[in-house]
């Protein structure tokens, strides 16, 4: 069944589709919002559009991979020439929230090596201030005792996320994530900058100043921020 999210998504990611252009290399976003947008993608590499993708994920590596899409890695291109992806929060100024797929570390590095950064989603995702989605921080196994204590004396409630089978969650990049509830985030800059200097953090979900435009589904229209 469609959803009115759903369709916000797919209006979106349509949407996106106009930053493309043929002969492009692309980063291919990680989560449901994403997804719509690859597999569109897809359709026009199947009409003709001659892109090669850089993927964020192990799973959008399979879904572009099934869809025909060909894909290459920082060995042979960089920079990116456009990213597709979604997010968790849109906040003020373009900042987001995003790592709830798992994949904030490989979303990062590809965002940082793109040219343009198109974030889309749908009207639940635009936040008058960033917090109310936890964050998640991928850390390393060995340390996460220890990041984990260091960000509840930050004033957040942290939970290990788990896979369905109740097992610690590992990332494609074999780390685990904390699910971190801060409530309204005051000051994102300052946290990301905080984090960032924890021994043990190898990425948070803290987008600060990377997307060039978003493009947000609303009932039957497209809003674009920037």
Same mark, same amino acid.
């Given at each position: &069944?469609?959803?009115?999210?759903?369709? @916000?998504?797919?209006?979106?990611?349509?949407?996106?589709?106009?930053?493309?252009?043929?002969?492009?290399?692309?980063?291919?976003?990680?989560?449901?919002?994403?997804?719509?947008? %690859? *597999?569109?993608?897809?359709?026009? $590499?199947? !009409?003709?559009?001659? #892109?090669?993708? #850089?993927? =964020?994920?192990? *799973? =959008?590596? @399979?879904?572009?991979?099934?869809?025909?899409?060909?894909? =290459?890695?920082?060995?042979?291109?960089?920079?990116?020439?456009?990213? #597709?992806?979604?997010?968790?929060?849109?906040?003020?100024?373009?900042?987001?929230?995003?790592?709830?797929?798992?994949?904030?570390?490989? @979303?990062?590095?590809?965002?940082?090596?793109?040219?343009?950064?198109?974030?889309?989603?749908?009207?639940?995702?635009?936040?008058?201030?960033?917090?109310?989605? /936890?964050? /998640? $921080?991928?850390? %390393?196994?060995?340390?996460?005792?220890?990041?984990?204590?260091?960000?509840?004396?930050?004033?957040?409630?942290?939970?290990?996320? *788990?896979?369905?089978?109740?097992?610690?969650?590992?990332? !494609? @990049?074999? +780390? +685990?994530?904390?699910?971190?509830?801060?409530?309204?985030?005051?000051?994102?800059?300052?946290?990301?900058?905080?984090?960032?200097? &924890?021994?043990? %953090? &190898?990425?948070?979900?803290?987008?600060?100043?990377?997307?060039?435009?978003?493009?947000?589904?609303?009932?039957?229209?497209?809003?674009?921020?920037?």
């Amino acid at each position: &069944m469609t959803t009115n999210l759903d369709h @916000e998504k797919a209006l979106a990611a349509r949407a996106s589709l106009r930053f493309v252009q043929d002969g492009q290399i692309l980063g291919l976003g990680t989560g449901s919002t994403a997804a719509y947008a %690859v *597999r569109l993608l897809g359709e026009k $590499v199947r !009409d003709g559009l001659r #892109i090669k993708g #850089i993927p =964020t994920s192990a *799973r =959008t590596r @399979e879904l572009a991979a099934s869809l025909g899409i060909p894909l =290459t890695t920082f060995d042979e291109f960089q920079p990116i020439d456009v990213t #597709i992806d979604g997010a968790d929060e849109i906040g003020p100024g373009l900042q987001l929230i995003k790592g709830g797929g798992g994949a904030l570390l490989r @979303e990062k590095v590809v965002a940082s090596a793109s040219k343009k950064l198109v974030i889309i989603g749908d009207s639940s995702k635009p936040v008058a201030a960033l917090g109310r989605f /936890p964050l /998640p $921080v991928e850390v %390393v196994g060995f340390a996460q005792a220890l990041v984990a204590k260091r960000i509840q004396a930050l004033g957040a409630a942290v939970t290990l996320r *788990r896979s369905g089978d109740g097992k610690p969650y590992v990332t !494609d @990049e074999g +780390h +685990h994530i904390l699910d971190c509830s801060f409530g309204r985030i005051s000051d994102p800059p300052a946290l990301a900058r905080e984090l960032s200097d &924890m021994p043990g %953090v &190898m990425e948070h979900g803290l987008f600060i100043g990377m997307a060039s435009i978003v493009l947000v589904g609303k009932g039957d229209e497209v809003i674009e921020l920037r």
